[in-house]
């Protein structure tokens, strides 16, 4: 027990390098590390299990600071409790170029901080992710291996933003029981009293969606105490809603919106030093309090060491599966896997759809890999996302390997970066491609972070037919496209679609998004190659030399461009064809690759089912595109080919029109 001195005087540390910080920076959000670091300060100190000089250690508790704009408090705790990357001077720096203390924040900068959050909603999405990470290796490895909890602290952001509903929804239904969430009740947003925008019971919406609920007074240490600990014995998971002061101890501005975003400035942090009787100087934390908290960043040493020695005792191959699948390393078995696959693909020369093709992958894939867990947004028969390895998650069996997210893109794609952060699973999904609209604020935070999540994009293009345009995605492709560390793939057929695959699992520091068509397609690629073709981003998937036309497409389109080159040669026009699954690989290839594949021929045309955008770099600005330039239609897909110009015989005429 710490006496209530002791702890006032730890959580003012929190509440004065957070607020020195900002006002150094000139720029910041002093007023929650303020109000919350009395709830900050009891988690750290009695119930988080860390380790900061061990911060990787798989089986500690995670904390997520889903009001990134916080970050002070992250930053503060971490700089109290001992952890190496955070330095007095890091502290001194927040907000400058080049430090670890970014303005929110940013996963990979520095050990201790879990995800990147900024975009109100992510982090307690993400949180779910990672709850459910921890119950589904529980259920694989033991509770000896895997035990943990997760915690969040979300504010009223947090909470109006509709991905919340979606991530709290999954959460109560899949009963989560060991993620908790600490509402930071301050009724204060950048625009001022919550009330100007928001009358939302959130108690009720909580228990509506299976939480558990407690109420207490954010800034009184045994209350919060005494509620972590009902909430760590519940069945549900729980959200405990501290009633705080935004700002506080600040005179003036405690409790305002002018202590939300802004430096208090000097005259308001003297005012405050002497309300509360902190007498150091800017940045500068009193010995016997350093002393306490670097104590309680020890607090967990030996419950780490305990769970070391349980993983030296088991079994040699769960040991070795544990360790491999947390180092995110692939078994060795794959690329043999996948060769294999290829070479009976070569022999039958298949020509599914390459949603089905896909399918076809992760049945061989799953049948390797123990650690993907897949999943869709109420699509599974249209993404074919389940193959017969992955058997359903449910609220009382976890053993399964496929999660039904329900129709909650938002929510789907921020948990699939959480079970990602967490480590030991490698997390795929399916949605249609129109529908990464829903998904992209998460894909971008994916590709942010540098993390492994594979997204199945089916039904990617006119090609789906008679749902008409609002189902078409046209513009997706080229959106995608546009954020960095983001692959793109857009295979042509099975085989191609088994390399991507294997492309997408490989690239461990970015996520993948994968295009997927709904209507079948001819084999393009019909002898086997060991090699990776697609691993190049473009290549030539029909050469010629001293080509008068070359060809570049992707996905679906290909087939329409190797019948074009047919046709073309059979009128004596020479016709090279480049199918470019990948065109952020391709980009990355040396200059003189790049160069040999764009060639030299005087005629350069793209072909595909989406907008132009992008394609320049490829075929230049006079280069021709046959696609899309307006939405879509509703059809059968030949038709819509047929009435959008995207047929052989179009590719034909803009290449003699051009030659002419």
Same mark, same amino acid.
């Given at each position: 027990m710490i006496s209530r001195e002791k702890h006032d005087r730890m959580a003012n540390a929190i509440r004065f390098l957070s607020m020195d910080a900002v006002e150094k920076a000139n720029s910041g959000h002093p007023g929650l590390p303020m109000g919350v670091a009395d709830i900050a300060t009891v988690l750290f100190t009695r119930y988080l299990s860390f380790d900061p000089k061990h911060p990787g250690w798989p089986n500690r508790d995670r904390f997520v600071l889903s009001a990134g704009h916080g970050s002070m408090l992250l930053y503060s705790l971490l700089y109290l409790t001992g952890y190496d990357d955070i330095t007095i001077d890091e502290i001194r720096n927040f907000r400058q170029l080049g430090s670890r203390t970014a303005g929110h924040p940013e996963?990979?900068?520095? /050990?201790?901080?879990?995800?990147?959050?900024?975009?109100?909603?992510?982090?307690?999405?993400?949180?779910?992710?990672?709850?459910?990470?921890?119950?589904?290796?529980?259920?694989?490895?033991?509770?000896?291996?895997?035990?943990?909890? +997760?915690?969040?602290?979300?504010?009223?952001?947090?909470?109006?933003?509709?991905?919340?509903?979606?991530?709290?929804?999954?959460?109560?239904?899949?009963?989560?029981?060991?993620?908790?969430?600490?509402?930071?009740?301050?009724?204060?947003?950048?625009?001022?009293?919550?009330?100007?925008?928001?009358?939302?019971?959130?108690?009720?919406?909580?228990? /509506?969606?299976?939480?558990?609920?407690?109420?207490?007074?954010?800034?009184?240490?045994?209350?919060?105490?005494?509620?972590?600990?009902?909430?760590?014995?519940?069945?549900?998971?729980?959200?405990?809603?501290?009633?705080?002061?935004?700002?506080?101890?600040?005179?003036?501005?405690?409790?305002?919106?002018?202590?939300?975003?802004?430096?208090?400035? %000097?005259?308001?942090?003297?005012?405050?030093?002497?309300?509360?009787?902190?007498?150091?100087?800017?940045?500068?934390?009193?010995?016997?309090?350093?002393? %306490?908290?670097?104590? %309680?960043?020890?607090?967990?040493?030996? %419950?780490?060491?305990?769970?070391?020695?349980?993983?030296?005792? /088991?079994?040699?191959?769960?040991?070795?599966?544990?360790?491999?699948?947390?180092?995110?390393?692939?078994?060795?078995?794959?690329?043999?896997?996948?060769?294999?696959?290829?070479?009976?693909?070569?022999?039958?020369?298949?020509?599914?759809?390459?949603?089905?093709?896909?399918?076809?992958?992760?049945?061989?894939?799953?049948?390797?890999?123990?650690?993907?867990?897949?999943?869709?947004?109420?699509?599974?028969?249209?993404?074919?996302?389940?193959?017969?390895? +992955?058997?359903?998650?449910?609220?009382?069996?976890f053993s399964g390997r496929y999660i039904h997210y329900g129709v909650r893109e938002h929510g789907m794609a921020a948990a699939m970066n959480g079970i990602a952060l967490h480590g030991g699973l490698i997390p795929y999904s399916g949605g249609f491609l129109i529908f990464s609209d829903y998904c992209r604020p998460s894909i971008r935070l994916a590709a942010l972070m540098g993390i492994r999540v594979i997204h199945v994009l089916t039904h990617d293009s006119i090609g789906l037919g008679e749902d008409g345009p609002t189902h078409q995605p046209v513009e997706h492709l080229a959106s995608l496209r546009a954020i960095p560390n983001l692959l793109v793939f857009r295979p042509a057929d099975a085989t191609e679609t088994a390399e991507c695959w294997q492309l997408a699992l490989e690239s461990r520091k970015r996520p993948s998004a994968i295009a997927l068509t709904r209507q079948n397609l001819m084999a393009v690629r019909t002898e086997y190659k060991e090699e990776n073709l697609c691993a190049r981003g473009a290549y030539d998937l029909i050469p010629a030399s001293a080509a008068q036309v070359t060809v570049f497409a992707t996905g679906s389109e290909v087939e329409i461009a190797v019948k074009a080159s047919q046709a073309l040669a059979a009128k004596g026009i020479s016709t090279r064809v480049v199918s470019v699954p990948c065109v952020e690989l391709f980009a990355e290839q040396s200059e003189e690759y790049q160069q040999a594949i764009i060639g030299n021929s005087p005629v350069k045309i793209a072909v595909e089912a989406g907008v132009r955008q992008g394609w320049d770099h490829i075929i230049g600005s006079d280069g021709t595109f046959v696609g899309m330039s307006s939405f879509g239609a509703s059809g059968p897909y030949k038709d819509l080919y047929k009435h959008f110009g995207i047929t052989p015989e179009a590719v034909v005429a803009a290449a003699e029109a051009k030659l002419s």
């Open positions: 996963y990979g900068h520095a /050990a201790g901080i879990e995800t990147t959050t900024g975009p109100l909603g992510q982090g307690i999405a993400n949180a779910v992710g990672m709850a459910l990470a921890e119950r589904k290796l529980g259920e694989e490895f033991g509770a000896e291996l895997m035990d943990h909890y +997760t915690y969040v602290i979300a504010g009223d952001g947090c909470l109006m933003e509709g991905i919340s509903q979606e991530a709290i929804a999954l959460a109560g239904h899949l009963k989560l029981n060991k993620l908790i969430v600490f509402w930071d009740d301050n009724n204060i947003s950048i625009d001022g009293p919550i009330s100007i925008a928001d009358s939302t019971d959130q108690h009720a919406r909580f228990r /509506a969606s299976k939480w558990h609920t407690i109420a207490v007074d954010g800034h009184d240490p045994e209350a919060i105490a005494a509620a972590i600990e009902e909430a760590q014995k519940s069945d549900k998971p729980t959200m405990i809603a501290c009633k705080t002061v935004i700002g506080f101890g600040a005179p003036n501005k405690a409790g305002t919106h002018k202590v939300h975003g802004s430096p208090l400035g %000097a005259e308001e942090i003297a005012a405050t030093r002497k309300a509360l009787g902190w007498e150091a100087e800017p940045f500068a934390v009193p010995s016997d309090v350093l002393d %306490a908290w670097r104590l %309680a960043g020890l607090r967990s040493v030996k %419950a780490r060491k305990e769970w070391e020695e349980r993983l030296e005792a /088991a079994e040699a191959e769960k040991k070795a599966q544990f360790v491999r699948r947390f180092a995110g390393e692939l078994e060795g078995s794959l690329a043999p896997a996948i060769s294999a696959y290829k070479q009976k693909l070569a022999e039958t020369k298949p020509s599914p759809a390459t949603r089905k093709a896909s399918e076809d992958a992760l049945e061989v894939i799953n049948g390797v890999l123990a650690e993907t867990i897949g999943g869709s947004a109420d699509l599974t028969g249209s993404n074919n996302t389940k193959t017969s390895q +992955t058997h359903s998650i449910t609220p009382s069996d």
